[in-house]
């Protein structure tokens, strides 16, 4: 069994811009293993598509660590970006393979797997697109195909549904559930939407802004397998309003809206 984690450790980061700098995250600790999928919420500016590229490797912290560990080799890790994920001069087959390519697979093994996940995708028909041909939901997936096609023992996802409508976003909710569940990554998911961070994740970490900290961990009630049938549990209902009380003071004051209800 895999027993690797990623130990975030007094994280700290401040981005500097001629316009000054912001402290973006400030000693934020917490600790994912591998199977587990994990949520993050907070309010716009909290420090989360931050804290997802100093996971990913793309940012060097200021202060404080991230630290893989009990890995069999070091953990692959991907990014996928709520939009601009896929090449717009590749056919949608070509961006499925390319993460594959990157892997070092000879081009054979590429192609198989590539097709083998348009398949699970629905998305043979489109194999020959290119991204601007295919709706936003379409691409949305093929993004998620190409993310998951490379096996990553990581994924770090920066709201990936963000773009789709209510209806899109069920449907590929649902993708992503199945294909989760095939090889269980390391999932840390990024959501403005409370209810999907409950129906996806294992544990949801809620944010406060600025400077970012995590402020509660929540553990939904659901085991696995899971479907997303669960949003009529009773609990879900409650626990959707006890973290939307935690952000609705700090979204307001983002908007300038004074006399709050919780306030
Ligand atoms: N490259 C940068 N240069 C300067 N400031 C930055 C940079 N990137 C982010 N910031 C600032 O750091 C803070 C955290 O940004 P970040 O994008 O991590 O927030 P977020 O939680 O992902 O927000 P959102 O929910 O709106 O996506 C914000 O105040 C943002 O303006
Ligand atoms: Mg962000």
């Known amino acids: 069994m895999n027993r690797g984690t990623m130990t975030i450790d007094h994280l700290t980061m401040t981005h500097r811009s001629p316009r000054g700098a912001v402290i973006a995250l400030a000693d934020v600790s917490f600790t994912v293993a591998a199977g587990e999928f994990v949520a993050l919420v907070g309010p716009s500016g909290c420090g989360k598509s931050t804290l997802l590229r100093l996971a990913a490797g793309l940012l060097t912290p200021d202060g404080g660590t991230i630290a893989f560990a009990a890995w069999p080799k070091p953990p692959k890790r991907r ?98 559930l199945a294909l989760w569940e095939r090889k269980r990554p390391m999932v840390l998911y990024v959501t403005h939407d409370i209810e999907e961070a409950l129906l996806l994740a294992d544990r949801v970490l809620v944010m406060s802004g600025q400077p970012g900290r995590i402020r509660e961990e929540i553990v939904p009630p659901f085991g696995r397998p899971r479907d997303l049938t669960g949003r009529s549990h009773p609990e879900v209902e409650a626990l959707k309003w006890h973290i939307w009380s935690m952000l609705e003071q700090e979204v307001k004051q983002k908007l300038q809206i004074k006399g709050t209800s919780s306030a």
């Open 79 to 176: 990014l996928v970006f709520q939009d601009h994920s896929l090449f717009p001069w590749m056919t949608i087959r070509d961006n499925v393979g390319f993460g594959l390519e990157m892997d070092g697979l000879s081009k054979r093994e590429r192609q198989e797997q590539a097709a083998a996940q348009l398949v699970t995708m629905g998305l043979t028909d489109f194999a020959e697109h290119y991204p601007h041909e295919l709706s936003g939901g379409m691409r949305q997936r093929a993004a998620i195909a190409r993310a998951f096609v490379t096996q990553p023992d990581i994924l770090l996802m920066d709201e990936p549904l963000r773009a789709l409508d209510a209806q899109m976003r069920l449907v590929i909710q649902e993708d992503l």
